[in-house]
């Protein structure tokens, strides 16, 4: 009869280790009687570290508490247009708020009747 395997999780430094030790050249099979850890596991660990390092060790539903979400370039594309729409939101505001001003400034000059004399700005 063949024993159920229940799951463990392991630590990220129990798994680097089980990767620098296979790539240090020792015996996987061995390793994996060793570690109590299948060989398909093992090479699963391997494979993830080859491709993006310790930090994806961690495994699918265990994210870093210190790594950031990584953006897409179709994420970052829509990020950035809507910071840009944001801008020239803004500036629109800016630039009716000083249109308007200088209207009012205008409107209260009064125009000079005598020749030479200044206009009142008050």
């Known amino acids: 009869m063949k024993k159920k395997r229940k799951y463990c999780a392991r630590t990220l430094e129990f798994k680097i280790d089980a990767v620098k030790r296979m790539l240090a050249g020792e015996n996987i099979k061995a390793l994996?009687?060793?570690?109590?850890?299948?060989?398909?596991?093992?090479?699963?660990?391997?494979?993830?570290?080859?491709?993006?390092?310790?930090?994806?060790?961690?495994g699918p539903g265990r994210p870093s508490e210190t790594s950031e979400p990584v953006e897409t370039p179709a994420e970052t594309a829509v990020r950035h247009i809507a910071e840009l729409e944001r801008k020239v939101g803004q500036?629109?505001?800016?630039?009716?708020?000083?249109?308007?001003?200088?209207?009012?400034?205008?409107?209260?000059?009064?125009?000079?009747?005598?020749?030479?004399?200044?206009?009142?700005?008050?």
Do not use: H, M, N
Request: hydrophobic share 30%; glycine share 4%; no cysteine.
């Open 91 to 122: 500036q629109s505001l800016e630039v009716d708020f000083l249109r308007r001003a200088f209207k009012r400034v205008k409107e209260l000059r009064q125009t000079s009747t005598a020749p030479g004399e200044t206009a009142s700005t008050e």
């Open 32 to 58: 994996s009687r060793i570690l109590e850890v299948p060989r398909s596991v093992l090479y699963e660990w391997l494979d993830r570290y080859r491709e993006e390092g310790a930090e994806r060790l961690r």
